[in-house]
């Protein structure tokens, strides 16, 4: 049995694994990285052969897990892709969108590789994906299998709290149980419950393959979601109670939903007023989605339907320039990293002169991104978002806060140590947040045999 990271470096990156186990190839997500371009984002498949891998499953739908799907599946044209409904409907959204973002960039940058594939590509393709319940064996080809049936390789969704549809893998293979986080969610959001993974109490888990987002993030003594949710309200009554307004810069996909049920249980509480509240295309796209699936989901308020009850304006790209920005107003815009071009980086040019409004964060931002460089800086900094910018001072207020989609460090420690794995995989996690995990299991649990896999090798399970 083998594992193959096929990442490009130790970091969030695109994430694409391959897992060869009783004579099968399986591959763990297909990603793209946020912060690179053409083919330079791709994960490293020019190690696996093409035509050789049985079968792809996917974590959830998040660029940096499914971003360069179709390009795995036409060098492997054989591999069904094995997925929750959830994600096969935001996923297609989520791809089509890339392709109309590659094609901006090759009309105004001619990108090399640009677009990797095409609206059409996407929709052929979707033939090939086949939709799995959660807590159910199925085989390579999709196919449901009983657990008292004799099938060499055999797979299992649980799920991980993290986005809509989002799901740790539990992998039967040679004998072994494998599992698989993909990115997770052990405390409950707005809208996500907390993940439910299995507690392997009955069945040994040999190796564990976990993500590391927030390895390096201490949570602070006496946190929690609610008392974070009120400090973000008081302070956006602050900024309206002085004419300014506020722009939240996060992802299209999960923030965006998290964030306006938020707001709206907020104003059931009567810590917000109600107020305009401006959202992406994507963003749109992506909430329809969330509320379609209410009902079909775990997730909470499950009678919550978001455009409804929110009402949110939605704004088109085309028309960012236009946007009018005035008191007493919510802009809620992807990206969450405020990466070139998108709304988040448009309107937050139209903040920084402005001291009565603000700009909060309530998410993971790369600190190389625009949004990480904003976040580090303070008011008087001059700062530009984009090198065809001209640096401006901040004069707007800028805040932080703690919503993340994955999981305390603390959460992740308390469940590798309850399943006691025998091996250890740390992966989707910068250097410094891969360190802390792997210093704090091996004191916690020296039985446990930690593995750091080196990008572009392969080892054995
Ligand atoms: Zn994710």
Redesign the pocket.
Known sequence: MKLTNLTGAIEIGANCYLLEAAGKRLLLDTGYHPKREGTEGLPRFELVKDGTVDAILMS?A?Q??IGSLPVAMRRHPDAPVLMTEATRNIGETMLHNSVNVMLAEKNEHDTPGYPLFTHREIDGGMRRWKTLPLHTRFDLAGERVSPTENCPFTMEFFDAG??LGSVGTVIRAEGKTIFYSG?VQFTDQNISRAATFPDFADEPCDVMIMESTRGDSPSPAGFTREGEMDRLAADIRRVFERGGCVLVPLFALGKTQEFLAMVHALRRAGKLPNCPIYIGGLGAKLTEAYDKLASRTPRQVPDLCLMDDLAPFVIGGANAHEIQVRPRRIFALSSGMMMEKTLSNTVARKFFSQPENAIFFIGYADPESPAGKLRAAKTGDIISLAPEHAPEPIQCEVGTFTFS?HAARETIVDYIKKVKPKKLILVHGDPGAIGWLTGTIRAELPGTEIVLPIPGASFEL
Request: net charge negative; glycine share 0%; no cysteine.
């Open positions: 959830h998040h940096d897990h993290h986005i990115d989609a």
